[in-house]
């Protein structure tokens, strides 16, 4: 759990980036009820990250009229004792006050004609506008409440800045408190891997693996995995975001599987691929150790000080060197590389960022590639190759489908790899499968 003083320690570096006469709007996640049923809510991790709340229907507010005086504000849902007996209790206000450490909590439902009382006399808001259509009513209302509030000669606030580059800046860099949960995220992830790795037989349906994956992840206390998981067998292993996971495993096939959990809101992302039946074949292991040896590369080298696209391209490198030794890709490695060719093969990112979200926020793109790594910053390492079962290559290749993910976190020295007890080494992987039929 984040602490009260944690949080403090955010929203002063947030005030910080504040200017003056200014506040800072971050809405919760709504309630979403259909047909009378609740549906499993998961909190806006923007909103979360500054409150630790885990309730739909809440605003958080930040009011700072100069460095001295600032002010945080909460709305959020009353006591209801009826609603108690059907759906459990509720924070409410008082409570709120130093559970979430705020000067004032006010009842959601008088949000509409309270909002703007807190935004009078200010010059700026920061809002992230378009998040919620609920939201974006209540706060054009309230610029509107402003203008017509008779009783003050008011300065209605002129300029509205997005928060969401401040906030996900600070999120980019993980605290320790984050660390030691990504770390524990990391863990059981792994365990739950290697229960896969176990329970694997020819013959079990991908559902029923997905399924052993899950219980490793309630047995830990994880409510949620941080994405849907994938479990592809064969071809369905080439499907990047397959997440049917329906067919039978079919003996000789490999079977991808990538699945993480959202420990205490915190998320983990591994990927590991092994044989069905628990032996890999020559063409699984050769494409294996292709993949694995870029990945081990990209691990040496990712540390403080490096670009991400310097490490993408010694993987590319080490991809196409070995594709065309062993005849799938034919030509000059410069001209494949610079042609893309391999892209047929490998078309994904190399990493994403890993926090609270499993592609967690910051800059993606051009602005990722060139991003220098700093310490305390965590991110996923995942070199791949997708061996299309129509693909103009040798046929005992095709419909081969392996990716290989850790999660890391760059060190003042190197990194820190939290995914390191889910195995990877084709002998590791083989030994480990081969308990199941003695256990």
């Known amino acids: 759990m984040i602490s009260v003083n944690i949080l403090k320690k955010r929203r002063d570096i947030l005030i910080s980036k504040m200017v003056a006469k200014s506040a800072i709007l971050i809405f919760a996640t709504p309630e979403n009820i259909k047909r009378q049923n609740e549906y499993q809510f998961r909190q806006n991790?923007?909103?979360?990250?500054?409150?630790?709340?885990?309730?739909?229907?809440?605003?958080?507010?930040?009011?700072?009229?100069?460095?001295?005086?600032?002010?945080?504000?909460?709305?959020?849902?009353?006591?209801?004792?009826?609603?108690?007996?059907?759906?459990?209790?509720?924070?409410?206000?008082?409570?709120?006050?130093?559970?979430?450490?705020?000067?004032?909590?006010?009842?959601?439902?008088?949000?509409?004609?309270?909002?703007?009382?807190?935004?009078?006399?200010?010059?700026?808001?920061?809002?992230?506008?378009?998040?919620?259509?609920?939201?974006?009513?209540?706060?054009?209302?309230?610029?509107?409440?402003?203008?017509?509030?008779?009783?003050?000669?008011?300065?209605?606030?002129?300029?509205?800045?997005?928060?969401?580059?401040?906030?996900?800046?600070?999120?980019?860099?993980?605290?320790?408190?984050?660390?030691?949960?990504?770390?524990?995220?990391?863990?059981?992830?792994?365990?739950?891997?290697?229960?896969?790795?176990?329970?694997?037989?020819?013959?079990?349906?991908?559902?029923?693996?997905?399924?052993?994956?899950?219980h490793e992840f309630s047995y830990h206390g994880v409510k949620f995995p941080s994405y849907n998981t994938i479990v592809g067998?064969?071809?369905?292993?080439?499907?990047?975001?397959?997440?049917?996971?329906?067919?039978?495993?079919?003996?000789?096939?490999?079977?991808?599987?990538?699945?993480?959990?959202?420990?205490?809101?915190?998320?983990?992302?591994?990927?590991?691929?092994?044989p069905v039946n628990g032996k890999f074949n020559k063409q699984q292991r050769e494409l294996y150790n292709i993949v694995l040896t870029a990945l081990k590369s990209a691990l040496l080298m990712l540390k403080p000080g490096i670009i991400i696209d310097e490490v993408n391209n010694v993987v590319i490198n080490i991809i196409v060197n070995n594709l065309v030794k062993i005849g799938i890709l034919k030509g000059k490695v410069d001209e494949l590389i610079s042609e893309g060719t391999y892209q047929q093969f490998f078309m994904h990112n190399l990493s994403h960022w890993l926090g609270l979200d499993v592609h967690d926020v910051s800059r993606y793109g051009k602005s990722m590639k060139n991003q220098i790594l700093q310490p305390n910053m965590v991110l996923t390492v995942e070199p791949g190759?997708?061996?299309?079962?129509?693909?103009?290559?040798?046929?005992?290749?095709?419909?081969?489908?392996?990716?290989?993910?850790?999660?890391?976190?760059?060190?003042?020295?190197?990194?820190e790899c939290f995914t390191n007890g889910a195995v990877k080494e084709i002998e590791l992987i083989e030994d480990i499968m081969k308990l199941k039929k003695i256990n």
Not at 390 to 412: K, Q, S
Request: hydrophobic letters at 40%; one cysteine or more.
């Open 233 to 274: 067998s064969g071809n369905n292993a080439c499907i990047l975001h397959y997440t049917k996971n329906k067919n039978k495993m079919c003996d000789g096939d490999l079977v991808l599987v990538d699945a993480g959990c959202s420990f205490k809101e915190y998320a983990s992302d591994i990927t590991r691929t092994f």
């Open 45 to 214: 991790k923007d909103f979360w990250y500054f409150t630790g709340f885990n309730e739909p229907n809440a605003l958080f507010i930040i009011v700072k009229k100069d460095d001295k005086f600032t002010q945080k504000i909460l709305f959020n849902k009353p006591k209801d004792p009826d609603n108690e007996i059907w759906f459990g209790s509720n924070l409410g206000q008082d409570s709120a006050l130093t559970k979430i450490d705020v000067d004032y909590a006010l009842p959601w439902n008088v949000i509409n004609e309270n909002i703007y009382r807190f935004l009078i006399g200010l010059n700026t808001i920061y809002y992230a506008w378009g998040e919620y259509v609920e939201a974006d009513t209540l706060v054009f209302d309230a610029l509107n409440n402003i203008r017509n509030d008779k009783s003050h000669s008011s300065i209605i606030p002129s300029t509205i800045i997005d928060w969401r580059p401040l906030v996900h800046e600070m999120r980019l860099f993980k605290g320790p408190e984050e660390i030691e949960l990504l770390r524990i995220a990391g863990k059981i992830s792994a365990l739950a891997h290697t229960r896969a790795m176990k329970a694997c037989h020819a013959n079990m349906f991908e559902y029923q693996l997905e399924g052993e994956i899950h």
């Open 385 to 415: 190759l997708y061996i299309s079962p129509y693909a103009n290559v040798p046929i005992e290749y095709r419909g081969i489908g392996i990716r290989i993910e850790d999660n890391i976190l760059i060190t003042e020295t190197g990194n």
